[in-house]
């Protein structure tokens, strides 16, 4: 997002600030028609399941904030329409992805816990398709980002689209499909999570 700064991150003070106004300057520069705004958005607003945490606070300047995540809630919200009316400006469809159900556990703990604990493959494979999110727990997540999505959505130009129902089992959302891991880690698709959702992305970019 245009315009922030996030503290305690994966890097210095001011990294995702520069990246952000780059990447703005060349969709500026080289015609882009399309941008897609996809992110972790909990991780700046929520936090993760129960735990709100101090790391991933977010300033609209390079300086610390001692508010924590409830005072970067507002700048966060003013960050993406500042950065959405940014895109409309340049005459770009803008396209906020929302991200996709955030684990408990890493796939690769889980599966290690399930062998060890199981001995049996198939009785492991049973506990690890059993295994997953509550979609009650990631719409509170979502909570507060889908909230500012809301907002914006009503814009020309703009689209809210979600992926996660690929992941969806009933109540609980999945990770351990037709036997294979669709996830690398808590939040991101592994190669064959990816191709889940090919087709949907595919419609999305295509404007269907």
């Known amino acids: 997002?245009?315009?922030?700064?996030?503290?305690?991150?994966?890097?210095?003070?001011?990294?995702?600030?520069?990246?952000?106004?780059?990447?703005?300057?060349?969709?500026?520069?080289?015609?882009?028609?399309?941008?897609?705004?996809?992110?972790r958005w909990s991780l700046y607003t929520k936090g993760t399941y129960g735990r709100e945490g101090d790391v991933f606070l977010l300033n609209d300047q390079p300086a610390r904030?001692?508010?924590?995540?409830a005072a970067g809630r507002p700048i966060f919200a003013k960050a993406l329409e500042r950065t959405v009316s940014h895109y409309r400006d340049l005459g770009v469809r803008v396209i906020i992805l929302?991200?996709?159900?955030?684990?408990?556990?890493?796939?690769?703990?889980?599966?290690?816990?399930?062998?060890?604990l199981r001995g049996d493959s198939s009785?492991?494979?049973?506990?690890?398709?059993?295994?997953?999110?509550?979609?009650?727990?990631?719409?509170?997540?979502?909570?507060?980002a889908r909230e500012q999505f809301d907002k914006l959505e009503?814009?020309?130009?703009v689209e809210?689209?979600?992926?996660?129902?690929?992941?969806?089992?009933?109540?609980?959302?999945?990770?351990?499909?037709d036997g294979r891991s669709a996830y690398s880690d808590l939040d991101h698709v592994s190669a064959y999570g990816a191709r889940l959702l090919q087709s949907r992305m595919s419609e999305i970019l295509s404007g269907k």
């Open 1 to 39: 997002m245009i315009g922030i700064y996030i503290l305690n991150g994966n890097f210095p003070l001011g990294t995702c600030h520069d990246l952000a106004e780059a990447q703005a300057r060349f969709v500026a520069d080289n015609d882009i028609s399309t941008v897609v705004l996809v992110s």
């Open 154 to 157: 009503a814009l020309d130009g």
């Open 98 to 116: 929302e991200q996709v159900p955030q684990l408990l556990i890493t796939p690769d703990e889980e599966i290690f816990a399930a062998m060890m």
């Open 160 to 177: 809210v689209v979600s992926v996660s129902d690929a992941f969806r089992d009933g109540d609980m959302y999945r990770w351990f499909i």
């Open 123 to 144: 009785a492991a494979r049973q506990t690890l398709a059993e295994a997953g999110v509550p979609v009650a727990w990631h719409e509170d997540l979502q909570s507060f």
């Open 65 to 69: 904030q001692s508010g924590g995540r």
